[in-house]
């Protein structure tokens, strides 16, 4: 078998929260415990919701509880050019379209709900002439989006066999927005692609973007990588962690923990160790084994809340 390469791969619009912390800790062990190599990718492409200073921060961040990586930053606003020539690749293919919808008329036209909840696009643009095209583009920029047909399935790591209908499940999702900004599900798949990626870990809510991805790899003829999904870590009240105030972010737990205390509660709650100790993640690599990672969503016991 070939180098296991991992990833971390967070978006830096704001301190690190715990589920990001959640995923680069499983990240990391799964991929030391195999001896392989992990990259550092900052998914930064939204001007108006990251930012190089966050990004900066999380590095520091993720130094500070010993996750360490070795090759990157990538900042993925440097990268354009590169998510250009893929989405040209899927242009000569005759694979996207400009779609002038806005979201208010999504909504209004009331589409049946995606999988995770987006919009599962009706393809109000699909079958637009260029003649129709370049009278609406008058007025204002188009997005633009993927044809997608077909099933994707795989085998998820944690979560088992999965198989999606792409025009059921999915839709045709966006590649570049109207805005000129890349779309996650395209700079995801080139980047995991060009980086020689072999596993990615990550939330389970992201498990539905998977069949998405997968698409693009087939179309883009890039290698696929093995998907491991992991459970979302849950506020008090049942919801998923999110940047809200009463949530525990690293930022206060820091003040009141060491680095191993946080490392050690994060290790407890992933089945890798009986209790909450402090400990180093290098420490944990020996134990590691994704059969002790639980597949329930986690509830964050009352302690990590000051
Ligand atoms: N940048 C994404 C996030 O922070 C994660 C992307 C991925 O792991 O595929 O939610």
Request: glycine share 10%.
């Given at each position: 078998m070939g180098e296991v390469v991992g990833r971390f791969a967070p978006s830096p619009s704001g301190r690190m929260h715990l589920g990001n912390l959640f995923s680069c800790l499983l990240s990391w062990l799964s991929v030391r415990s195999q001896g392989g190599r992990v990259i550092l990718r900052m998914e930064d492409l939204d001007p108006q919701r990251t930012s190089r200073t966050h990004g900066e921060q999380m590095m520091r961040d993720l130094e500070s509880l010993g996750?360490?990586?070795?090759?990157?930053?990538?900042?993925?606003?440097?990268r354009g050019e590169y998510y250009q020539q893929c989405l040209d690749r899927l242009k000569d293919q005759g694979l996207v379209y400009k779609c002038f919808c806005t979201r208010a008329e999504l909504h209004a036209a009331n589409a049946p709900h995606a999988e995770d909840g987006d919009y599962l696009y009706?393809?109000?643009?699909?079958?637009?002439?260029e003649e129709q095209a370049a009278r609406l583009e008058i007025r204002r920029p188009p997005a633009l989006r993927l044809k997608a047909a077909g099933r994707e399935g795989f085998v998820d790591g944690h979560y088992g066999p999965q198989s999606y209908d792409l025009a059921k499940d999915?839709?045709?999702?966006?590649?570049?927005?109207?805005?000129?900004v890349f779309a996650y599900q395209l700079a995801v798949t080139a980047d995991d692609g060009a980086m020689g990626v072999t596993e990615v870990v990550r939330g389970r809510d992201l498990l539905s973007s998977t069949p998405r991805q997968l698409c693009l790899y087939r179309m883009l003829g890039l290698p696929r990588p093995a998907f491991i999904h992991i459970p979302m870590l849950l506020a008090?009240?049942?919801?998923?962690?999110?940047?809200?105030?009463r949530d525990v972010s690293l930022e206060e737990l820091q003040t009141r923990l060491s680095p191993q205390e946080i490392v050690g509660r994060l290790a407890c709650l992933a089945g890798q160790l009986d209790r909450p100790e402090p400990v180093k993640p290098q420490e944990l690599v020996p134990l590691f084994?994704?059969?002790?990672?639980?597949r329930e969503d986690i509830l964050l016991p009352e302690s990590w809340f000051a």
């Open positions: 996750l360490s990586w070795d090759q990157g930053p990538c900042w993925q606003s440097e009706p393809g109000t643009c699909r079958e637009l002439t999915c839709g045709d999702f966006i590649l570049r927005r109207s805005d000129g008090q009240d049942g919801r998923r962690l999110s940047k809200r105030e084994s994704w059969e002790k990672v639980p």
